[in-house]
């Protein structure tokens, strides 16, 4: 059967400050079924990011080669959604602007889409916000908005960068929750990095682990924990198993002391 | 009545206390120490020529409120867009830049005279003086303010599949606009510099020409009666760019909280 993501033998250089060039990625083979939900599990700098763009075709491998969908990724893949760390929301548009925005970016016209974004909205508890600006929000339900914004156009793909690294540990742990809902109803292809494991087991069918710079697969665990995954599944001995092997792996890998 | 507005009337009582509370230390000061009316007069005195003298301060003033805003306007419509060209192409930004700072390392007092020479004795020159010395801050700032953006926001419309110009226009643009207007407000108080400094060159119109009649003669009082007028000018013309500041950009973090 054929992967919907593949990226075979992927490696990606880049010029540093002062001239000499460094391996972020390092002979990546990963191979991402439809609807899967795969973690990139690494330490700062290992090129887990790299590797996100490398799939986005935000940038272009050096050597190896990324294809989505049956079809090489050369520039820019926009069938798409894109979920930074920082929120990115655009200061001077409402919530539900900054939702739409998708489309205007894309040229086409918002305006059939409305009724839609304001469900997309309210899926994600922010109903009645739709009028209010960003920086009227709190950082959590600024992250829910960026998140409609990448699911608005319905992409086969949903490629998320620490989307949950600069919220407090309840709102996390209460858009985990909410992640997996919507992935189980859409039924996307999630591609998230994140350096929490229990964030990667938690989420995943299959955690990629990856060795500090430059960035290489450890190991792919498959994460057999059934669905919906309810927050206290962090107590069952499973998840603990698969948090400590993971740990033992960083462990060998001199990450963790 | 709603907080904000509450704040702002507050804060229209400070300044107004601020202005009377000068005005009352100036003319008790005045009178205590007998201060001649040719070095110093008082505030009252200083009023009573501002309507006295109504008709030439006046036609002074619309005089040189045209320079101040023709130069203004002139600077805003080379400005924005060449700093534009110049964070649009950076082989064009080389070639443009360095001359550009070339004409600011200038003093543009100095330019005064050659603007004479060039453009006659009428509101030109002026003109000239009060474009030059505005439009630079307008250039630094819509240049920054245009290449300040995050750049996870170009990615992210990247794989949105939006072209360059549509970056530039829905993106850069308005998350420039406070920078913009930053420059524009530091421009707005230059082009009153600019302005004035023309006419002290050569004129026989403006309040510029009125300052240096009114020193010849020494005549304090209508010298401060002009200064008086002057600064009027400038703050209205300060407060009119932070207005339309304010209609436009009430999204900024600038416009959120006004402070007191």
């Known amino acids: ?257 | 009545m709603s907080t904000a507005s509450n704040e702002r009337l507050k804060s229209f009582l400070w300044s107004t206390g601020s202005f009377l509370l000068i005005f009352v230390v100036w003319d008790l000061g005045v009178r205590a120490f007998k201060v001649p009316a040719y070095l110093l007069p008082s505030p009252l005195a200083v009023f009573v020529a501002i309507i006295e003298h109504w008709r030439t301060l006046g036609i002074h003033t619309l005089w040189t409120t045209g320079t101040i805003l023709a130069g203004f306007l002139a600077a805003i419509v080379v400005a924005v867009p060449l700093a534009m060209l110049i964070v649009v192409s950076p082989t064009l930004g080389r070639l443009i830049y360095p001359p550009m700072v070339a004409t600011q390392a200038i003093p543009k007092i100095a330019l005064a005279p050659l603007f004479i020479v060039w453009f006659g004795f009428g509101l030109m020159p002026k003109v000239a003086v009060a474009f030059l010395i505005a439009f630079f801050p307008i250039v630094i700032d819509t240049i920054v303010g245009l290449r300040n953006i995050d750049p996870g926001m170009i990615q992210l419309a990247r794989s949105m599949g939006a072209p360059p110009h549509r970056v530039f226009l829905r993106l850069r643009l308005p998350n420039a606009l406070p920078m913009i207007f930053g420059g524009l407000k530091v421009a707005s108080a230059l082009a009153v510099v600019g302005a004035l400094t023309g006419e002290f060159v050569g004129s026989d119109k403006g309040l510029g020409y009125v300052l240096l009649q009114a020193s010849g003669n020494l005549n304090t009082t209508l010298l401060f009666a002009t200064l008086v007028v002057l600064s009027v000018v400038a703050m209205i013309f300060f407060y009119a760019v932070e207005l339309i500041e304010r209609i436009l950009i009430p999204w900024h973090v600038s416009q959120r909280a006004h402070p007191s």
């Open chain 1, 1 to 257: 059967m054929n992967a919907f993501i593949r990226a075979d033998k992927v490696c990606k250089t880049f010029a540093t400050r002062d001239g000499s060039p460094t391996l972020a990625v390092d002979h990546v083979d990963l191979h991402i079924d439809g609807a899967e939900f795969v973690s990139l599990l690494g330490p700062s700098g290992c090129g887990k990011s790299t590797l996100l763009s490398l799939v986005a075709g935000l940038i272009q491998p050096s050597s190896g080669g990324v294809e989505v969908g049956g079809a090489q990724v050369k520039a820019p893949y926009t069938n798409v959604g894109i979920v930074f760390q920082s929120d990115l929301l655009l200061d001077w548009r409402t919530v539900l602007g900054n939702v739409l925005v998708q489309f205007e970016m894309r040229g086409e016209d918002p305006r059939p889409h409305e009724a839609r974004a304001r469900q997309l909205i309210a899926s994600v508890g922010l109903a009645g916000f739709e009028s209010k600006y960003p920086w009227e929000l709190s950082g959590g339900m600024r992250q829910r908005v960026s998140i409609c914004r990448a699911l608005i156009h319905e992409p086969p793909l949903l490629l998320m960068d620490e989307p949950f690294g600069a919220l407090d540990a309840l709102t996390r742990e209460q858009m985990q929750v909410d992640l997996q809902r919507i992935w189980q109803s859409s039924r996307k292809t999630v591609i998230f990095v994140t350096h929490s494991i229990s964030e990667a087991v938690f989420l995943s069918d299959r955690v990629v682990v990856m060795t500090p710079r430059p960035g290489k697969i450890r190991e792919v665990m498959r994460i057999d924990l059934p669905r919906p995954r309810a927050i206290d599944v962090r107590d069952t001995p499973e998840f603990a198993a698969y948090v400590r092997h993971i740990n033992k792996l960083f462990q060998e890998m001199g990450v963790i002391h």
